[in-house]
């Protein structure tokens, strides 16, 4: 392709969507490592390179000017260019960029959402992005000739450095924003020769020089500021922690959002022989974690030993950076909702096969009940076996590894008892009986499930799905049926004690039956809007995991507060569910949030299935699976609650994860309906 056509085709794209491109890193998911106020500086800086290439500023070494105040139509730059426009006294560029910096993420936002719209870049769960293959193969701003945009993008950067090429003036700018973030070495392999082409050519634009001098500037002084300048981490006393009356109730979300609003953002604890722990909460703290929570908090360390009581090394929620994008990649598809959209017939059969005992006058323990439920449903689909069995048992293990390895409110000797010995062993009966009905023959004609992905992951990379994993991801299903499970507890309690809303839920559940099982467009259509609303409200008040534990690799300041490398840090990313600032009235229960124009669950104050790269894999079939469940359970069944004390307020176990109290039963007063042999 000439040059001529290569620099047509530039315009298509902006230079703050080439730099963007330029910056993600496809095997981790998003930007390379640069540091978040560098990142900011580069993006800003790209934004003044566009205004200057569209002729509404010009800038030097001493000063920026404006030339034209009209808007340009782009809503990343217009902003930016009003703002400009606004200041009465002439800046020079580093003045903007450092000014600017705060507001890059929205601008890193909109960019990102152009991409996608574009169909050249695909979004992931967790703010991962990638290469979209489809608009990638039909659209003439992804795919110049046989490269892709990005290609594209780093094959005119490789002209300019390796060919000795004459440079755009917007290769240039781009040349020096990543250089100067210190990315260009790892896009390209650079030699002396090399090194020396780049030198030149960030001199040869007057444009590009001044703004690269200027986010170098800024990247220095911040790299230079004194820690000393962050503000003391305030200390919670032990009692005020313990005897809070929330943390009587076992509600750890508003626990933390009344010391977060009484202590600040970031706030310690000093448990008895043991390191402070550090406590995160608030909207700006879930807003942190979500974007960069990435570059400076890893899973790995507080796994660690959980993941080796399973014999495991490398499983997903320890996994961080480009293994844990990979992972995630790879899984997606047996995590998906489309997946069980796609078998919605065995689903309602496995869950009237295992209530088809059920009968008026019978009373059933909460907690139990529910989890087996979800299991007896959930895992013949994933992994073609019926572990009914083994699932009690594979429960406990888990909330007793939880309690010894990861919360550590019990001594590691408790998960030796003999009764966790043997259940230790039961997961290996898991793996025998997954693998022995999943040989080809067995499989053949059959829809994928879960274990399927895995072996063929295990079978294609044996060191990255290692057998020694093998025990816990087969294990997978039945630690997700104990999540789901406790969930739906919460969902039926709430149901039941509120009567109107219970009426609202039963006619939607009838009017999905009435002529049959619902297909995919009605079980998720607007004929569950009221079901649905009401799972967000009672996964608003009673999230399952209220909090994530991280350990520190990368020191940072938050909210003008300094983490130190190594510190453990607890995110409790579900504090905003209570905090009047995002869920007005945080303590009615409200359905209507999720209305428009409301719609208070939108953003990163809502966090039931936490933020960032760890956000759940499986969130947007367990939405699915709770709407099953909970439109079955009220069509056949009336239920009341026992005790009477609970009728109104259910109890929470808090630990390891919230769940209702083993007293809560259910009483099932009539069956509504047969059910179907």
């Known amino acids: 392709m000439t040059l001529t056509a290569d620099r047509a085709a530039t315009h298509t794209l902006s230079l703050l969507d ?10 981790s998911g998003y930007f390379r490592q640069v540091p978040g106020w560098n990142l900011n500086c580069a993006v800003i800086g790209g934004v003044l390179g566009e205004l200057s290439l569209l002729s ?56 990102l959402e152009r991409l996608v719209d574009l169909k050249i870049l695909r979004h ?37 450095i390796f060919a000795n090429e004459i440079p755009d003036p917007r290769d240039i700018i781009i040349i020096c924003l990543i250089n100067t973030c210190d990315v260009l070495r790892y896009i390209f392999e650079l030699d002396d020769e090399a090194e020396q082409r780049v030198e030149i050519i960030r001199k040869m634009d007057l444009i590009g020089r001044s703004i690269a001098a200027a986010v170098s ?22 009692r005020k922690f313990l005897l809070n009356r929330h943390a009587r109730d076992g509600n750890i979300p508003a626990l933390f959002a009344e010391l977060a609003e009484a202590y600040g953002p970031v706030f310690k604890i000093r448990p008895p022989f043991a390191d402070p722990i550090l406590f995160l909460a608030g909207p700006e703290i879930n807003h942190w974690v979500h974007r960069h929570g990435r570059m400076y908090l890893r899973a790995r360390d507080y796994l660690e030993d959980f993941e080796k009581i399973y014999g495991g090394s490398g499983i997903l929620p320890t996994l ?33 096969s295992h209530i088809a005992s059920w009968s008026a006058g019978e009373t059933l323990p909460a907690k139990d009940t529910c989890r087996r439920l979800v299991n007896a449903a959930l895992s013949p689909l994933t992994v073609s076996i019926d572990t009914q069995d083994l699932v009690d048992d594979m429960h406990k293990y888990k909330e007793r590894a939880l309690q010894t390895h990861v ?74 049926s104990m999540y789901v499970g406790d969930q739906l507890g919460f969902l039926l309690h709430a149901m039941v004690s509120q009567p109107a809303l219970y009426e609202r839920i039963r006619i939607e559940a009838d009017a999905m039956f009435a002529n049959g099982d619902p297909g995919r467009k009605e079980i998720t259509g607007p004929g569950t809007d009221v079901t649905h609303r009401f799972i967000l409200e009672c996964m608003r008040l009673y999230p399952i995991v209220p909090a994530s534990f991280r350990n520190v690799m990368n020191t940072c300041v938050v909210e003008g507060y300094e983490l130190p490398e190594g510190a ?20 009615t229960f409200d359905i209507d949030r999720y209305l428009a124009p409301r719609k208070e669950h939108l953003g990163t104050t809502y966090a039931p299935y936490g933020l960032g790269t760890h956000t759940c894999l499986g969130s947007r079939v367990t939405s699915l699976q709770l709407v099953i469940n909970l439109l079955m359970l009220t069509h056949y069944f009336t239920l009341e609650i026992s005790p009477a004390k609970q009728e109104h307020k259910p109890k929470i176990s808090a630990f390891p994860s919230a769940s209702v109290n083993k007293k809560l039963k259910f009483i099932i007063t009539e069956q509504r309906h047969e059910l179907p042999v």
């Open 217 to 238: 500037q800024n990247i220095a002084g911040h790299l230079f500021r004194h820690s000393t300048l962050a503000k003391p981490i305030p200390v919670v006393p032990l």
């Open 407 to 480: 919360i550590r409110n019990l001594p590691k000797f408790m998960l030796y008892t003999p009764g966790m010995r043997r259940r230790a062993k039961l997961l290996g009966e898991v793996v025998e009986r997954v693998q022995s009905v999943h040989t080809p023959a067995q499989r053949a004609g059959c829809p994928r499930d879960l274990a399927d992905d895995l072996l063929s992951m295990h079978t294609s990379d044996r060191q990255f799905l290692p057998e020694s994993n093998l025990p816990f991801v087969f294990s997978a299903p039945l630690i997700a």
């Open 568 to 587: 453990r840090v607890v995110i409790a990313q579900t504090a905003t569910h209570f905090m009047e600032g995002s869920f007005p009235d945080p303590f």
């Open 18 to 27: 080439e730099l963007v491109l330029t910056l993600l890193n496809e095997e």
């Open 124 to 160: 992931h769960d967790g703010d991962f992005w990638s290469l979209a293959p489809s608009g990638s193969q039909t659209d003439s701003y992804a795919r110049i000739g046989d490269s892709t945009a990005v290609d594209f993008v780093k094959t005119r950067l490789s002209r300019a």
């Open 320 to 352: 961080d950076g480009a293994d844990h994008f990979r992972y995630r990649k790879s899984m997606q598809p047996a995590y998906s909702r489309s997946r069980l959209e796609g078998q919605l017939d065995e689903y309602y059969s496995n869950v009237r």
């Open 56 to 111: 509404r500023i010009d800038t030097d070494m001493d000063s920026l000017i404006l030339l034209d105040r009209t808007k340009t139509g782009d809503p990343a730059l217009d902003p930016i260019l009003e703002e400009i426009a606004a200041e009465p006294v002439q800046r020079n560029a580093r003045y903007w960029i450092e000014r600017l910096a705060p507001r890059a993420d929205s601008i890193i936002d909109l960019t």
